[in-house]
């Protein structure tokens, strides 16, 4: 083989695996697949699914936020392979931000008090180490995680639904801080859920 031809062969190789890695990140969307799971008190509410996989139902009456309050957050997801200190601390990340949306809410004397419960439904975490591996094969980190989340606000006293939302969401591919740590494409679609849940408290 001559130089010339060796030369191009070096430079095809990594440009070849770097077009299947542009390829494969190409298609991966942060739609994540989901299942009722039993969670919510109600599906049949629920809008179909929109473009980003997500059902939802916007509260039709106001809030009161001074008596509305989180009142169940939990785990509901199965085979995850997480230690009970990882569970804990994904659990009270979603606490913690669906409190912000809480916090947000306009004083409302006369709205209806709500309780805010949500479930954690399935986990989907990364390998730090194995991505490093494929960014140094592929120039790119294939694997990717999230995670799929419930939510639903009932009003007090008689526990209708007045808001949920059910979510599947992978973090996005732009965001690669989040391929080289374990837990925190996981947050990202916690927060996701939160942030879209906020505004459906808002009639």
């Avoid at 169940?72 to 979603?94: C, F, H, I, M, Y």
């Avoid at 732009?174 to 494409?185: M, P, T, V, Y």
């Amino acid at each position: 083989m001559s130089q010339f031809c060796q030369d191009r062969y070096r430079y095809f190789i990594p440009r070849l695996w770097l077009g299947v890695a542009v390829l494969f990140l190409s298609a991966c969307g942060t739609n994540m697949a989901t299942k009722q799971s039993g969670f919510l008190s109600d599906y049949h509410r629920l809008s179909p699914a929109s473009g980003d996989g997500g059902r939802w139902l916007k509260t039709p009456v106001t809030l009161d936020p001074a008596h509305t309050v989180v009142t169940q957050v939990e785990w509901r997801a199965k085979n995850d392979g997480l230690s009970p200190e990882e569970r804990t601390a994904l659990l009270s990340a979603l606490r913690t931000d669906l409190q912000r949306q809480l916090d947000r809410l306009p004083p409302s004397s006369d709205g209806r008090p709500a309780e805010v419960r949500a479930a954690i439904t399935d986990v989907s975490t990364v390998s730090p180490s194995l991505n490093v591996l494929s960014t140094a094969m592929f120039a790119a980190p294939l694997e990717r995680g999230g995670a799929a989340i419930e939510i639903e606000a009932l009003e007090a006293g008689n526990h209708r639904q007045l808001a949920a939302l059910s979510l599947g969401y992978y973090a996005p591919m732009s965001d690669l801080k989040a391929r080289f740590s374990k837990l925190a494409s996981a947050q990202i679609a916690l927060d996701k859920a939160a942030g879209d849940f906020g505004p459906l408290l808002h009639p």
